[in-house]
Structures are given as structure tokens and as C-alpha cells.
């Protein structure tokens, strides 16, 4: 049998599943197509959701010659000279790039004359959103189209088009497991598909959860997906719902996302929205860090866990975050302080607090600021007491 995502390709716009927002009847896009009027375009989403299908389908449908090149390995002399064969010709072919977002400012600069003089037909594609890797110069010339993962819907309707071009039995749980283990994306889903039909034209539920035990991630490649979940877990932890920050922690992890940028994470966190409410939330998510970039998965996931537990359930506090952020809207708003000449380097006229028991009274700034607002949270109170002893207020 062979491969089920290349055998049932679509190769026309009529049979293309998905992506309506984009090549729905209606849309400006499909009629471009349909007219044979194709701009210089750059799609991006999740795998497995026909950003490669389409442009192949495109080049069909303008009949025209079609080469593929990927961001991570293409040579500029490989481009020059598919350019240089097309120099003087009637055609205009087309070029797709896959991993655009890795293309560097070299090689983009190789392609802007081309599309320019509309010399040939560039198309990118990448599981990331290319905005900020792409430049001014290539952005003002193309369209940016995201693909969303396939719905339901549109996997059941892959499903049977594979059930009609294949001798393949599937049973309702089976099909079940199908489409919901493979998250959107149609290639996973058909090569699951595939090689469960090689051991049993009859496929059951059983052989498609031994080939596959988990549901797949979320694509955590996925730019979307990847701040969507850091997302969801640090509005989790802020609100101090255990439960969820560690199922969004889960679906980090389980999504092959890196320890470091959890912890990154985790770490901004502790200071943001916990800050000296509970000051030692910063050094365990600063240990965990530490921690989990000597061990790595599969163990760390448990001092993530920790980790998230404490900080969720830890008083919260955003005072510091608070207070820095209006120091510096003041500063670069212009309040700009001459410093007290006991102050500076010179220390003339400096006094020392360490001579005066722990404290003096004298001059800090020449103008009274009120930047900082205690909340009177967890260790912010002990801290607050701490200031008035000190000051003798108390």
C-alpha cells in the first residue's frame, strides 16, 4: 500500500480540505487562483494542514514548472540558477520555500529583485509565524496567510475520502481515536492511518493506540501555540489555581517544550506577580531553573511541578513590578534628578547610617517621589514593619 498522505493529496482546488478562512469560495485568494493571478505569498501553521499542498495545487492550476527548496539547506547558487534558466522564458515558475522564517537576510535579498520583476512566483512556508524574520522589503511585496489546524470536520471528511480509495475498515472508536489523537493535523493522522491498515485492513482502536499511546502535542513549534500554553499556565498560576497551571504545565511538556523557557518563565513569575509578598518563590523557581538544566526531562517535569504548586499557591504581589515600571515612566518622561552632592562620589557631607545606629535622617532625592505602594501582602508586611523600626517610627 502506498503512502496514504501522498496518494490522496488533493491536486485542485475543489478538493482541497480545510483552510476556509483563506480559500473559501468567497475569498479573495481562491479567486485570485481561479483567475491565474497569483502574488507572492507566505503561509504558516501547524503541520500537516496543506500549506505545501496548496502551493503544489497553485502551480498545477497555473500550469507551471514547481521547485522546492528548504530554508535550512538552500544554497543562493541553487537559486540563481533555477532564475537564470527562466531569464528570458514565457513562463514564470514557481518556488516554494519551506522553513522561510530561517532564511537569512542574504538569501531574502537574493529574492527581492525576483519578485520585484514578478521574474517567477516565490511562496514560503514555515511552522512559525515568519512576520519578524521576514523584512520590510519582502512583507511589502507578499501576503501572509496562517493555517489553522484541519477541524473535525475536516479530518472525518479526510478520513472518508481514504476510506474510498482503499480497501480499510474502521470502526466508530477507532475513528475516534483518529481524529482526536492527531490534533488538527491530516498527515499524522493518514500515516497512523497507514500503517495501522499494514498490520490489519480492519482496524481497531487497539493496533492505533499501540502505534500511537498519546495524543500528539500541540505543536509546541507553533508560535501561537507555544505562548497560548506559557499563557494560560502564568494566568493560571496568578489566579492561584493549582489544578490548572499544572495541566497547562502538562500540555507544555507533553508538547516537547524545553525546560528553559518554563523556567524562564517561572522565574519572571515569581518575581512579577509574587514578588516580596514571598520572596523565596523567587529562589525556588530561580533553583528549578538551575536544577532542571543539570537533569532534564523526564524528571524534571516533577520539580516543575513543584514548582508551579508553590507559586500558585504563594501570595501575590505585583508592588515591585509596579514600582520599577513607574520609576522608569518618570525618568523617561523626563524627571531627571540632580543627585545630592553627599551623594555622589565624592562623599562630601555623606552620613554614614552604620555610625548612626542603623539609620539618619538626610537627603536622598532633591524631589519627593511616591513610587513605590506596598500591598501589606504575606512578607511585604513583615518588610513594611521592617522599614518603620528602622526609621524609628515605631
Not at 25 to 42: S, T, V, W
Request: proline share 3%; hydrophobic share 35%; net charge neutral.
Amino acid at each position: 500500500m502506498t503512502d496514504l498522505s501522498n496518494k490522496l493529496r488533493p491536486t485542485t482546488l475543489n478538493e482541497f480540505i480545510g483552510q476556509k478562512h483563506i480559500i473559501g469560495k468567497e475569498k479573495a485568494l481562491y479567486k485570485l487562483i481561479e483567475k491565474k493571478e497569483i502574488p507572492h505569498l507566505f503561509f504558516y501553521g501547524k503541520p500537516g494542514t496543506g500549506k505545501t499542498t496548496l502551493a503544489k495545487i497553485i502551480a498545477k492550476h497555473i500550469n507551471t514548472d514547481y521547485y522546492y527548496f528548504n530554508a535550512t539547506t538552500i544554497k543562493i547558487e541553487d537559486l540563481r540558477k533555477v532564475f537564470e534558466r527562466y531569464k528570458n522564458a514565457l513562463i514564470k515558475p514557481l518556488i516554494f520555500i519551506d522553513e522561510v522564517h530561517r532564511l537569512s537576510k542574504n538569501q531574502q535579498e537574493v529574492l527581492l529583485p525576483i519578485m520585484e520583476s514578478y521574474a517567477a512566483i516565490i511562496i514560503g512556508a514555515s511552522t512559525e509565524n515568519p512576520f519578524f524574520t521576514l523584512t520590510n522589503a519582502i512583507r511589502s511585496r507578499s501576503f501572509l496567510y496562517e493555517f489553522l489546524p484541519l477541524t473535525r470536520d475536516d479530518l472525518s471528511q479526510v478520513i472518508d475520502t481514504a476510506l474510498e480509495n482503499g480497501d480499510i475498515k474502521l470502526n466508530e472508536e477507532a475513528r475516534e481515536y483518529l481524529i482526536n489523537s492527531s490534533s488538527g493535523d491530516a498527515r499524522a493522522m493518514l500515516n497512523l492511518l497507514n500503517f495501522a491498515s499494514k498490520i490489519d485492513n480492519n482496524i481497531s482502536f487497539e493496533i492505533l493506540k499501540e502505534l500511537r499511546p498519546n495524543v500528539m502535542g500541540d505543536g509546541v513549534s507553533s508560535s501561537d501555540s507555544h505562548y497560548d500554553l506559557a499563557s494560560a499556565m502564568i494566568k493560571s498560576l496568578r489566579g492561584s489555581d493549582v489544578d490548572a497551571a499544572l495541566y497547562y504545565l502538562a500540555r507544555l511538556i507533553n508538547g516537547g517544550e524545553s525546560v528553559e523557557f518554563i523556567t524562564r518563565r517561572m522565574v519572571i513569575f515569581a518575581s512579577e506577580d509574587i514578588g516580596n509578598a514571598n520572596p523565596n518563590a523567587l529562589n525556588l523557581a530561580v533553583s528549578t531553573m538551575t536544577a532542571t538544566s543539570k537533569i532534564g526531562y523526564p524528571e524534571s517535569r516533577i520539580l516543575l511541578g513543584q514548582c508551579a504548586i508553590y507559586l500558585a499557591s504563594s501570595p501575590k504581589s505585583n508592588s515591585a513590578y509596579k514600582g520599577i515600571n513607574k520609576a522608569l515612566h518618570e525618568v523617561k518622561n523626563g524627571k531627571i534628578l540632580d543627585i545630592p552632592k553627599h551623594l555622589d562620589s565624592q562623599h562630601i557631607g555623606y552620613l554614614y547610617p552604620h555610625d548612626f545606629g542603623g539609620w539618619v535622617e538626610q537627603e536622598y532625592l532633591k524631589e519627593e517621589l511616591d513610587l513605590y505602594e506596598s500591598y501589606d501582602i504575606g512578607y511585604e508586611k513583615t518588610l513594611n514593619e521592617w522599614i518603620k523600626k528602622i526609621k524609628g517610627h515605631n
